[in-house]
Each structure stands twice: as structure tokens, then as C-alpha cells.
């Protein structure tokens, strides 16, 4: 057995009482339902996260925002590299409940799993990080490095607070690296880390044409909602996924060649998502290094929702005066959300859909990545290899988004993500869950991550 194999078998498992301690917590966590799309539990989620951190030995303050608190924590130690930590407490909406097989606010328990919504995003990943830093502890002693815990409430919403909260907190926040929300295992048991994220524009398209629905019989002489929406997004990309809208483009910063290359030597995992996902194919035939190239680098527009006219069981033959639709932009660097807001109205109205209203959801973000070639980028890959014993991947940046580019650009912070995630985590949908060996390895990953920073 190699040495890396030997060191995976022996401290992937998490000390009894620290798992039943990290699950108490996750438990009292997922039972708070701290939507930021409607503001249910924010101010009872972030009391709770204070109480946790100041359990753990941290000076806690909660700071005000124009929206949700932003909780801040810190453990420092004079003269020592600093670590710091961004989670938020916030999750999305728990809506279908009907495809639940058991209470979204209530973590349970099966088949190796722990079932909730924010069992893993982002509350189990929270907990996971806590407990790293207990298993160093005792381990060790106290971790001669500092930590600082920034968790915020409204990354679900696209963070419309925290890039002023950073930018007026700078000093506050300085680190020598970020340890992000979230990271994984790929289909095949790898781990995985990554140095960015895409950017996030949503918006809502809304259209009337009538007071109110009319009989079918009327679709002759007056236009049909529903149609007039399909039509106007149907502009809006071709039969390939390439976004239409003129100047969309504007700004994209090439990948660099290093970046180029991790994507070109990562596994192929096209064909374990496709049966994964249930899926027929992948869009436009894409495969290879294609495939990889546009999932790490390429901007997306996606229709999250259409809703107009009846849905109900059997016939109504309808008219509908109303439809709308929810869509979503995932961007690259260096691309402006607000510019492609604009680019958007302005294709409409040249498209002969001026009657189609665009409305923002939430605040925009930007993409960004950091150094991949870091040394502390260089310190997780060793980490995730020690404790997993297998060869784990880098990228480039997720392609998902999140709230990013104020660490990288606005504080010049390296970013990493280890964690407790895998594919078919549910994250945002129902039955959101953790799988407890993700959970063990992630946590033990984590404390590695200290432990080789702190020379251990």
C-alpha cells in the first residue's frame, strides 16, 4: 500500500465525539428555514452562528448590512499567516415540499445521508469547517495560525450587501488566503478544488397582452402571451447554446494557457453526468475537452422558469394575457452583469419585443479567478491527496457562481474550495443532502489543509 493510501484509510474518519458534536449542529442549523428569498429566519440563523463560533473561542461580531447581518469571527495570532473562512447561512427556497420524502427543515437521516435543506449548501460545509479546526485542536493544541469567519445571509440572492461590506472592511478582512464555501468529489471519488467562480446576472421577463385570459377561439386576431414570451427568449440563443444578444461577449478575458491546460488534463466525466443526470446527451454534441472547455469557460443564458396560462389537470382551452419567465446569465471574466443587462433590453427592443419588460431578480455579481498555481493552491492539492490517497483535480473556477470577486480583486486574496459536496447532492433542489463519508473526508481534508499551512 502507498503511503498516501495508507494515510487516507487511517484518518478519513472523524473522532466519534467531534461527528456527533458537528451533526447536534448541523441539526440545530437545517431546523431554521433562513430563506433570503423571502427573509424567513435570517436574523434567528445568523443569532445561532454567532452562538457557534463564540462556543469555538472566536471574538464574534454581528454587522449590519442594508439587508441580512453578515457574522464575523476571529482568531488571530500575531505575525502568523491568517486563513479566512466565507460561508453563509442563508439557503434557497424549499419549494416543490411535495417532492420531499422528508421535512426540508428537519435533517434526517438515511441510507447514509443527512437530508435537509443546507445540508450541504452551505450550513453542513459550516459545521465541516468547525469541526476541522477542533480535530487540529486536538491534534495539536491551538492552531498557530489565524482564522477569520465571514458568514453572510444572502449569498442565495447574489450578495447585493457584501461587496460594499467588503470593500468598507478591507482591513478588517486582510488574509494571506480564503478558504471557500464549498468543494467536492467528481462523479469517479476524486477531490477536487478550485480558485474561482462565475459571475450571475438574473433577471425576469414579463408580458402582457390583455387585461386578462381570453378564450382560445380569440388566438386568431389576438396575440397569445405565452407564444409572444417563447418567441422573444427563443432570440435570445441558437440551437447550440451561443448567446444571440449583440455584445454579450464584450469584455471576456481569454483563459491563460496555464488555465487552458488544467481544463485540457482533467478527467472526463461527461459520460458518469449524462447517467448521472438521466440525461439523453450533452447540448450541441459536446464532448472531451470541448465539453470541458465550455463548462469552465464559456458564458450560459438559462430559462429557470416559464409560467402563463393553465397548468391544472385536463383541458382549458385559454388564452393567456400573461406570461413570465425567469432567466439566468452565467458569466466570465471579465464580463459586466450591468452591461449585459443593457445589451438585453436593447436586443428586445430591436427585435420587435420593446412590449417584453425586463426586470432585475437580484444584484448582479462578476466573475473572477485567482492564482491556480498558488502555493497554498499547491498545499490543498496536497492535502486532498494525503487524506483521499488519489490524485485530485484543480480547476480553473466552478461553474457556479458566487460572491468571489470582491476576494480576489477587491482584498487580492488566493481563493480554494475543499469540502463535503458531490454530484448528486440535491443542492437547491429537494432532497438536498450530505452523504457522511463526504462529510468525514471533507472535514479531515480541511484540518490537512491547516495542518500542512501551520507545518504539521
Known sequence: MCQHARMAS???????????????????????????????????????????????GF????????????????????????VLLYHHYDVQPEDPVAAWHSPPFELSERDGALYGRGAADDKGELVSRLAALQLYRERHGELPLGV????????????????????ANAERLAADVALWEFGAVDGAGRPMTYCGMKGILT???????????????????????????????????????????????DGIVPPSVAELALVDALPDEAEALREAFG??????????????????????????????????????????????????FRLVPDQDPWAVLERLRE????????????RVLQHAERAARSDVGHPYVKEALAALRDVYGMEPTLHPNSPGSGPIHPFVVGLG????????????????????HLRLVDFERGTVAVTRFLERLSGR
Do not use: M
Not at 24 to 45: H, K
Not at 347 to 358: C, I, T, W
Not at 413 to 428: A, D, Q, T
Open 413 to 432: 486574496l488566493s481563493v480554494v474550495g475543499i469540502g463535503c459536496g458531490y454530484p448528486g447532492s440535491g443542492i437547491h433542489a429537494p432532497d438536498e
Open 148 to 167: 477569520k469567519v465571514l458568514v453572510e445571509g444572502e449569498e442565495e440572492i447574489g450578495s447585493p450587501n457584501l461587496a460594499p461590506f467588503v470593500h
Open 10 to 56: 487511517s484518518t478519513h474518519a472523524l473522532p466519534a465525539h467531534i461527528r456527533s458534536q458537528a451533526l447536534e449542529r448541523l441539526r440545530r442549523l437545517v431546523a431554521i428555514p433562513s430563506v433570503a428569498a423571502d427573509g424567513r429566519g435570517i436574523s434567528e440563523a445568523a443569532v445561532l452562528v454567532a452562538e457557534l463560533l463564540r462556543e469555538d
Open 203 to 249: 433577471v425576469e421577463l414579463h408580458v402582457r397582452t390583455a387585461r386578462q385570459d381570453l378564450h382560445s377561439g380569440y388566438g386568431v386576431v389576438v396575440e397569445d402571451a405565452a407564444y409572444r414570451l417563447a418567441a422573444a427568449i427563443a432570440s435570445l440563443r441558437d440551437a447550440r447554446g451561443n448567446v444571440t444578444i449583440d455584445g454579450f461577449r
Open 279 to 328: 440525461l439523453r446527451g450533452f447540448l450541441a454534441g459536446l464532448e472531451g475537452a470541448a465539453w470541458r472547455r465550455a463548462l469552465f469557460f464559456e458564458p450560459t443564458l438559462n430559462v429557470n422558469g416559464f409560467h402563463a396560462g393553465y397548468g391544472g389537470a385536463g383541458a382549458k382551452t385559454v388564452l393567456p394575457a400573461e406570461a413570465i419567465a425567469k432567466l439566468d
Open 347 to 358: 436586443h428586445l427592443a430591436r427585435s420587435d419585443f420593446d412590449d417584453v419588460e425586463v
Open 59 to 82: 471574538t464574534v461580531e454581528q454587522l449590519e448590512t442594508a439587508g441580512a447581518p453578515v457574522v464575523y469571527g476571529e482568531r488571530l495570532v500575531p505575525g502568523a499567516p491568517t
